[in-house]
């Protein structure tokens, strides 16, 4: 057998599409993303897997997850696109040079804050991804992050310190319907969103508190559980500086004070995205932070330790 006949190459489309399944989480959203069909999606999947000898997805009964060996390979496939991607970037033969889009983090309870208030202006230089603190967290180590302003969390690994550009702590509060009242001797009703620091906090200061609580609605979706307490279901907690319209701070005295929490704003150092960076980080800065702080990525090569400071749910 000859060399060309052994060597193999992976094409940039299916690692492509495989970055993008991870990232949107489905064959369908990845299609409607790539503007290919959901079988060429599925075919390109079970290719990769082919050409390099092992499953990257196992199927679970809540759908699919990303097995050892793919996130190995995840690892290395996005490596490989930045590089791509960077090349085509490349100044030269008349082509004007486009920086990626910021693919910023935001913890679900920051979203509707961040929207209503960061700068129009710097809206078409990211792509927002709005998530618990523990998902965005894994996508920053992972690569598909590349600002995260996000809650304390177990996902956060200990070669991240690096990444944080700032920190602080995020007053908490109980918050409720104007008209709810709890009935004597019933558990304290609670609405719980799955996946969320307000869940730790809630249960852990009830229980050190020996208060007898009860779970009365539950979703995946922050704004979901919102609306059950403007629908006077039960209690749940925000960040003190963010009570949703039509909800109250909850000040009876039988609600146990809550624990700060830290918040963290993360950048991941890297030489092609110092001014847009610069730019999207001031801006959640300022909204976010109370010191006012110099951003100076020229640094960035030198110390991976950001002269600013940072954010993350």
Same mark, same amino acid.
């Given at each position: 057998m000859s060399?060309r006949?052994?060597?193999?190459?992976?094409?940039?489309?299916?690692i492509r599409t495989?970055?993008?399944?991870?990232?949107?989480?489905?064959?369908?959203?990845?299609?409607?993303r790539?503007?290919?069909?959901q079988?060429?999606?599925?075919?390109?999947?079970?290719?990769i897997?082919?050409l390099?000898?092992?499953s *990257?997805f196992k199927k679970?009964?809540?759908?699919?997850?990303?097995?050892?060996?793919g996130?190995?390979v995840?690892?290395h496939?996005r490596?490989?696109?930045?590089?791509?991607?960077?090349?085509?970037?490349?100044?030269?033969h008349?082509?004007?040079?486009?920086a990626?889009? *910021?693919?910023v983090?935001?913890?679900?309870?920051y979203?509707?804050?961040?929207?209503?208030?960061?700068?129009?202006d710097?809206?078409?230089?990211v792509?927002?991804?709005?998530?618990?603190?523990?998902v965005?967290?894994?996508?920053?180590?992972?690569?598909?992050?590349?600002?995260?302003y *996000?809650?304390?969390n177990?996902?956060?690994?200990?070669?991240?310190a690096d990444?944080i550009v700032?920190?602080h702590?995020?007053l908490?509060v109980?918050?409720?319907?104007?008209d709810?009242?709890l009935?004597?001797?019933?558990?304290?009703p609670?609405?719980?969103c799955?996946?969320?620091?307000?869940?730790?906090?809630?249960?852990?200061?009830?229980?050190?508190?020996?208060?007898?609580?009860s779970?009365?609605?539950n979703?995946?979706d922050y704004?979901?559980?919102i609306?059950?307490?403007?629908a006077?279901l039960g209690?749940t907690?925000?960040?003190?500086?963010?009570?949703?319209d039509a909800?109250?701070?909850?000040k009876?005295?039988y609600?146990?004070?809550?624990t700060?929490?830290?918040?963290?704003?993360?950048?991941r150092p890297d030489?092609?995205?110092n001014a847009?960076t610069?730019?999207?980080?001031a801006?959640l800065?300022?909204?976010?932070?109370?010191?006012p702080?110099?951003?100076?990525f020229s640094?960035?090569?030198a110390s991976?330790?950001?002269?600013a400071?940072?954010?993350f749910?």
């Open positions: 060399d006949q052994r060597l193999q190459n992976l094409p940039t489309e299916i495989l970055i993008s399944v991870v990232e949107t989480g489905s064959h369908l959203k990845a299609s409607a790539l503007g290919i069909s079988s060429a999606v599925t075919s390109q999947i079970k290719r897997e082919s390099l000898g092992g *990257i679970e009964a809540n759908g699919s997850t990303v097995t050892k060996f996130f190995l995840l690892s496939a490596r490989m696109m930045e590089a791509h991607d960077q090349m085509l970037r490349l100044r030269g008349g082509h004007v040079y486009v990626a889009p *910021i693919r983090g935001i913890s679900n309870l979203t509707d804050e961040y929207l209503k208030r960061c700068n129009r710097f809206i078409s230089k792509i927002i991804h709005a998530d618990t603190s523990a965005i967290a894994k996508k920053l180590a992972d690569g598909f992050i590349d600002i995260a *996000i809650f304390q177990a996902e956060v690994a200990n070669d991240m990444f700032d920190e702590e995020d908490f109980w918050t409720c319907s104007e709810f009242v009935n004597p001797g019933v558990p304290i609670l609405l719980s799955t996946g969320t620091v307000t869940d730790d906090l809630m249960f852990t200061c009830l229980s050190r508190a020996g208060l007898d609580y779970i009365v609605f979703s995946a704004r979901a559980t609306s059950a307490a403007r006077g209690f907690i925000v960040p003190v500086h963010m009570i949703p909800l109250i701070e909850a009876m005295r609600l146990p004070a809550l700060p929490v830290k918040a963290f704003l993360y950048a030489a092609q995205r847009e610069t730019d999207v980080l801006d800065l300022k909204l976010f932070f109370v010191k702080v110099k951003t100076d640094r960035a090569e991976p330790v950001i002269a400071e940072s954010i749910l």
